[in-house]
């Protein structure tokens, strides 16, 4: 019973000192929100949340209207690079979404570690998914890499 007491009592010290570290990397404050580094051009249009860029990055604008590419001919002009770019730019979200996945998956795999006792299997259970996440982990910042090299050749 008081086993099962203490390891509920960790379990929310974690979740809440998890919880508390999330709220103070979201909130936010005016100097921020006015401040190039953080947010874009501080219009109010190129806001992004934790590090997930917005769909319309790196596409001409005026203002917060969207400027629609100029072509003309067979070809279309720019519309297929202004494509590409909307579509390498979900990519990116996509994949920095399994970045964080993975980071909780060494989160969750950790914490598995640390309450299998003296189990033997649950310790190798815990080192797997440790390990797997971790190997995800790196796919995923290579990927968001060959995606931002492949993005920056492009222009609309």
């Known amino acids: 019973m008081m086993k099962r007491l203490r390891n509920a009592i960790l379990s929310f010290g974690i979740l809440a000192f998890l919880a508390s570290a999330l709220l103070s990397v979201v909130a ?30 790196g596409l001409p604008r005026d203002g917060c209207a969207i400027d629609a590419p100029q072509g003309s001919g067979k ?4 519309i297929s690079a202004f494509v590409w770019r909307i579509v390498l730019n979900i990519i990116e979200i996509a994949l920095q979404a399994v970045a964080y996945a993975a980071v909780g998956f060494i989160i969750f795999g950790g914490y598995k ?10 310790i190798v259970t815990a080192r797997k998914t440790i390990l797997n996440a971790i190997i995800g982990l790196v796919i995923s910042i290579l990927s968001v890499a060959i995606v931002n090299l492949v993005a920056g050749g492009i222009k609309p």
Do not use: H, Q
Not at 75 to 78: A, E, K, L, S, V
Not at 113 to 122: G, Q
């Open 28 to 57: 936010v404050s005016p100097a921020m929100a006015k401040d190039d580094k953080y947010f874009g051009d501080g219009d109010g249009c190129s806001t992004s949340f934790l590090t997930f860029p917005t769909w319309y990055e």
């Open 75 to 78: 070809d279309g002009g720019n």
């Open 113 to 122: 570690y640390l309450i299998s006792i003296s189990s033997p299997d649950r």
